[in-house]
């Protein structure tokens, strides 16, 4: 009997998780178009799976081999379970790797189970605890009902002669796993990633993330289409790949753990995010979800129920019940921390700052001093509102050759908006001070350089940004230069990794950019800098955002340390794990309130280790860090510290460039 039953019970499952699909991928193209690669996307997916993901997956060697056991049994015990119970084929030799996969699945179903029984706090629940209950009874249904084609146990048990009740149990053991393993999958169960996490991965909007690749470059909007939508309005804004991305979300909370703004207690937690998002897809309120909220109770926030939207509502409502509360998009500092961490690889950055373009471009809603500094933006060039012509200030007793004189150099300066920062214009005279100790050729823009945009694109003003970024890309194209040396993380990014997408025909949109700390070491490596030993009492290094996660700079820095002679006293969360300082995507400006300051946390971190010196790489992280009241160790920028240690060589005869443009600069600065 059960023989005759499995097949109609398969082939029912698989037809009723085809029309869940169907329905799941009307859902995900109610968003705009995206041109995707659909069969390359297709023919890449086992590698992304397999090495992509899972070099993510892998960072947890238990949950990694808990998910290869599990997932590899069940993709393999399904496979075969359609050959041997679906279609008849060669149950006696198939049989044996059936029984294989479904008991290596369930042996991964016992390590869910176990974490299951008491789960970290960011950890989803709900529907998600009857995870293992599901898992086992498709893994132990399937290994049941295959004993018999193997010869293992008589057939008669699997036809039911005589033993009505079993058969009548195993069926609804199968029944139970195929509904919540197979159709479940296509109909929103806890499977449900499975599913669209493989189609997401197949259609990722940063295909360029995959093989090795890095892509974090805010895409941009194109301005000139009238019929574009300015941002992201309503869920059905987003790109369909995008709907996709966020059905996607496993509700690991990986994302929830390493989020600055969470931890700080501010309205956001990403994974709460991305399944409002889902929520909005779908239509419906947040009632169902049953994992963290956004930590805002205390401040006005609404709780978990209270949150309604559908594919063609606004997300954020000025008045009434909305999907998201603006505050949310606030509190995000861009640090991507969430993306680097998600194992599903999930944009949730891209998904923030769409949704602030739109709060920016079209309703002029950005909270507290951003107005007041995307208006200096846009007047002065510089978020500060400092007159234009008072950039070089700081050096006026410095003599730096400007570009406008020289035409061509190896290396432009970029100063970046710390050039108005008294805090900031100490880092670059030591910085000045190393290039000439290194006898660079270099020379800055002067008065003609401007914001790189990096603060109004993040604040959602792509039309500033754009504007900030052409001009600056104009007056770049004037010069000859071989590369772009700058202290500011931010503004390296942008340079290198956003310009490239806004230059014209013949422009030279995509540069050569050196964050000073890898310019510092190279310059080390080739033998143009000598240090004095380390003197000092005990360092830490803070990775900034920008630099690490965005760009994956980690070991310049600490090469450049290490050749100071210092040994490092790693923070705990530290690499690719830093914590943000809280300075980045405009969120000192923004300044949403929370239970405790995120500079103060990354502080903390700091003391943890004992340091009574903490280096740094960016101007953002040297404000922020400084700016705590109690703070326990000295902040200092690398430069700052290489300066203090250079041991100048014998002075040598040497000509201004300025005088000669054949001349190299080889003065040095004490």
Known sequence: MLETLLPILIFTALGLAVIGAWRRIRLWRRGRPSAVPLFKGLAALPRRYLVDLHHVVGRDKVISNTHVATAGG????????????????????LGWPLLAASACMFMGTLFVARRRRHPPARLSRGPWMRLPKSLAAFSLGVFLITLPTVGILPAGLSQGAGHWL??????????????????????GGPMKHAFAGALHLAFHRRAERFGGGRSTGLKALNLEDEAAPLGVEIPADFTWNQLLGFDACVQCGRCEAVCPAFAAGQPLNPKKLIQDMVVGLAGGSDAGYAGSPHPSQGLGGKPVGEHRGDPHGPIVAREGTALVDAETLWSCTTCRACVEECPMMIEHVDAIVDMRRFLTLERGETPNKAPEVLDNLIATDNPGGFAPGSRMNW?????????????????L??????????????????????????????????????????????????????????????????????????????SFHVLGNEYSELGGPGTPARYEVRHHSTYIAELYDAGRLAFSPWKGGSVTYHDPCYLGRYNGEYEAPRRVLEALGISLNEMERSGFRSRCCGGGGGAPITDIPGERRIPDMR???????GAELVAVGCPQCTAMLEGVVDKTAEVRDIAELVADAIVVPAARPRQDRRCSPDARIEEVVS
């Open 603 to 609: 502080m903390n971190d700091v003391k943890e280790t």
């Open 395 to 411: 050096a006026a007793d410095l003599n730096l050759p400007l570009i406008a004189d020289l035409q061509q150099v190896d290396v």
């Open 166 to 187: 079993l058969t009548l149990v195993l069926a609804a053991v199968v029944v139970w796993g195929l509904g919540e393993m197979i159709v479940g999958m296509t109909w």
């Open 413 to 490: 300066l970029w100063l970046g908006d710390g050039a108005f920062d008294m805090r900031n214009q100490r880092t670059l005279r030591a910085l000045v001070k190393v290039l000439r100790a290194a006898e660079v050729d270099f020379a800055v823009l002067g008065n003609e350089e401007r914001d790189s945009g990096d603060v109004a694109r993040r604040l959602g003003d792509e039309a500033t940004f754009q504007s900030l970024a052409r001009r600056n890309i104009a007056t770049l194209a004037k010069y000859r230069f071989q590369q772009i040396v700058t202290c500011d993380p931010h």
């Open 74 to 93: 069940f993709v393999a015990a399904t496979v075969l379970m359609i050959l041997v119970h679906g279609l008849g084929l060669a149950q006696g030799i």
